[in-house]
């Protein structure tokens, strides 16, 4: 059923002739709208209560106000360099960040609050019924509707220019394979195919490149110095963690700091305690990786490639925080415990005769890390 | 009368004695407060030094506290009992102060971790335990000088970075401690002080790796100590609740909830009838 009932349109002159509220109804009935409520929420003009309600309104607005400039000024002038605790500067240098969010906060709820309440006290809370059709449109609207289409794509002479509508189905196909490809690209460019690149998932920055050495190196907590690790550094139960270094990166600042932050880069290095270092079981193919008591895993777990750096010395475990998986580090690093399948990969360690310290034979012998796709072990 | 007499003279007496007693226990009582605080004074004030030095007596008195305290598990030559204690040769200053001190020795009882508990021998005690078992031979990590304060570095930017690369795994990065593998947990590092965290690190208690002075030297352990401090005892803590220390899972939880019931409430207040 059709619900719409025939309005009376206005002549022009009686539309010339209309006041505003009287408008406002007609508006209301050409759409199906009737005003059933629309109160003036302060009837009685200048009471009392309605001066209330205006100054509560522009209370909020200017507390909005202050506290944005409040924030300007903590931002400028609030002392926000690093203070170390025990001083007397300390106190105020921990409130920077609070006092931010508290002023920024307070003015845009200010803000807030002042709007709500402005509708609340202000505007009219009209009660309207609008008539709702139901079912589907009229049998002539429908009809002319069908024909307006089918009139509009003859006239364009689309259905006859072949020329255009095969060059715009060039164009628009293209164009989304174009954007398809997004989608399936990983699928068909495969990053791993050049597997001898230390940049690959085979290999990592261990790799050797140009026959150049490559040294262990500890994080001092400064990026660009340079201490290698000798056997005599690490007492018995200890653990260290080291990252590749070149000679010929000595110089390069960037270069230097990019091995320390590189994922795949972190080895443990552990010297185990001597009567623990009598009971290992080595990996077949791994005999010789150690070097005395000290043997070098990777720091990246086989399971999900969390940093896997809780080593218990007397246990002998390594144990990785994210999911508990346990490894033994007597046993090659075998996990003997949680989710983790795979050993973590053996560093072949020896020390350079020249200068004394630790160099990688070679790269791992195997990714480290989590398994990816064409891993098959 | 007689009996009258008597009766007075004796609630007299009464009377003496209980004035008598009243003073004599005052008396004692400020004696036995004198006594407390000379004792206290003999006993407290002594700041550690460094406790190499062979002096006999001292080796004497510490084999004597040794033998009441420690002999059963770590043997009368200190080579240690089967799952009982380890050897305790060559095990070192440090080694010896932070077990003592912390009150981890002498344990209560076997387990997977000896925890901290109020120590039970006094550091008199513990500097002549110390000079018997160094006399023993066997030279192992010793303590700095320095005590208190003065093990404060004055970097504790660099010894946040290297407290994150050696320490977080285990400890947390605010110090606030985690779990190990059957039982055993790293522990929180709240009210440790500076001696301890230093000891800790060169003798590597329990499970703890050790961090000799050629990994760590000893003004990046001291950057550490004071970056430690500088986060644990309620230093790092701007928000009033530290909420465990845990990072974004509590904190999160926290801001969800009373993040949500504001707005809820702001909701209701706006939908509501005026």
Known sequence: MSAKEPVERPTEAELADMSRDELLVLGGKLDGVELVEYPDPWPVKGTRAEKRAERLVAFWFALAGLAGLAFLGVFLFWPSSYKAPGGSDHFWYTLFTPMLG??????????????????????????????????????????????????????????????IKRSAGFGMGAFGLGAGVFAIGGLVHNPWSQSESKDSLWHTGWLETNGE???????????????LVSPEDLDVGSMETVFPYRESEKDDH????????????????????????????KHQG?????????????????????????YEQRTNRILCPCHQSQFDALQYAKPIFGPATRKLAQLPIEVDEETGYFYARSDFIEPVGPAFWERKS | MTADRTSEVAAKMNRHSKFRRRTAA????????????????????????????????????????????????????????KDRGQSLVGVGEASIYFQTHTGRMPAKSQGAQIQRKPAFLSPEEIDAVTAYIVSKGGAGPTLPEERGEALRGDNPARGGE?????????????????????????????????????????SGPQNMPKFS?????????????????????????P????????????????????????????????????
């Open chain 1, 254 to 281: 960037e270069a230097l700091s990019r091995a320390l932050k590189r994922s795949d880069n972190p080895v443990m290095l552990i010297r185990l305690r001597t009567e623990d270092a009598q009971r290992v079981v």
């Open chain 2, 162 to 202: 290297l407290f994150r690369l050696n320490c977080a795994s285990c400890h947390n990065f605010t110090g606030r401690g985690g779990a190990l593998s059957s039982g055993k947990y790293a522990p929180a590092l709240d009210g440790v002080s500076e001696e301890e965290i230093y000891a800790a690190m060169v």
């Open chain 1, 213 to 227: 050495k490559v040294f262990l190196r500890r994080d001092t907590g400064d990026p660009h110095q340079v201490v």
């Open chain 2, 239 to 274: 928000g009033g609740n530290p909420i465990g220390g845990l990072g974004p899972q509590s904190e999160g939880l926290i801001a969800f909830i009373v993040g949500m019931a504001a707005l809820i409430g702001v909701t209701l207040w706006i939908g509501a009838k005026s």
């Open chain 1, 286 to 310: 791994q005999e010789d990786f150690n070097f005395g008591d000290y043997y070098a895993y990777t720091k990246i777990c086989s399971h999900l490639g969390c940093p896997t750096s809780l």
């Open chain 1, 102 to 163: 508290l002023t920024l906060g307070l003015s845009i709820l200010g803000l807030g609050v002042g709007v709500l309440l402005y509708t609340r006290k202000f505007v009219p809370h009209e009660l309207a019924i609008q008539q709702r059709n139901d079912g589907r449109s009229d049998e002539v609207d429908r009809a002319t509707m069908v024909a307006h289409l089918a009139d509009a794509g003859d006239r364009s002479t689309i259905a006859r220019r072949s020329l």
């Open chain 2, 26 to 81: 005052t008396l004692a009582i400020g004696i036995a407060l004198l006594a407390v605080g000379a004792l206290y004074s003999l006993f407290v004030p002594e700041p550690q030094t460094a406790a190499a030095q062979q002096d006999p007596a001292l080796v004497r008195q510490g084999e004597q506290i040794y033998n009441n305290t420690c002999i059963s598990c770590h043997g009368a030559n200190l080579e240690g009992v």
């Open chain 2, 213 to 237: 002075d050629r990994q760590l030297t000893p003004e990046e352990k001291e950057d550490i100590i004071a970056y430690v401090k500088s986060v644990t005892d309620g230093n790092n803590n």
